[in-house]
């Protein structure tokens, strides 16, 4: 499963985004997506994630009720619309893959296999 991230950029606080993760060499309709992102000095953060069947999604406190994660099955594409954004939000933000059984997910960094490469979100004050 090949990964790519993008959408990133600059943006004031309060302002929005919306990533995209688009996947080649697999179908991405059985394969659970996450978002990730890591600013410099922390450990990396799961923030959303979503059931291959789109029908569960997941967010930590530190953005549920900003973020959104959606997928279009047909486009092989998961989005992550970023709203209200603050400098906090700074980071590189990765999408990441995985085959989970039962249709479950989890937002667990070391559960998934397959990265694309960053996207640097940048929210200024």
């Known amino acids: 499963v090949q990964l790519q991230a993008s959408g990133g950029g600059l943006v004031q606080a309060g302002g929005t985004l919306r990533l995209s993760c688009v996947a080649s060499?697999?179908?991405?309709?059985?394969?659970?997506v996450a978002w990730f992102r890591q600013a410099p000095g922390k450990e990396r953060e799961g923030i959303a994630v979503?059931?291959?069947?789109?029908?569960?999604?997941h967010y930590p406190d530190s953005v549920k009720g900003r973020f959104t994660i959606s997928r279009d099955n047909a486009k092989n594409t998961v989005y992550l619309q970023m709203n209200s954004l603050k400098p906090d939000d700074t980071a590189v933000y990765y999408c990441?893959?995985?085959?989970?059984?039962?249709?479950?997910?989890?937002?667990?960094?070391?559960?998934?296999?397959?990265w694309g490469r960053g996207t640097q979100v940048t929210v200024s004050s």
């Open positions: 979503i059931t291959a069947s789109g029908s569960l999604t």
């Open positions: 060499g697999v179908n991405l309709d059985t394969y659970a």
């Open positions: 990441a893959a995985a085959n989970f059984a039962w249709g479950m997910a989890t937002i667990n960094d070391h559960d998934y296999d397959n």
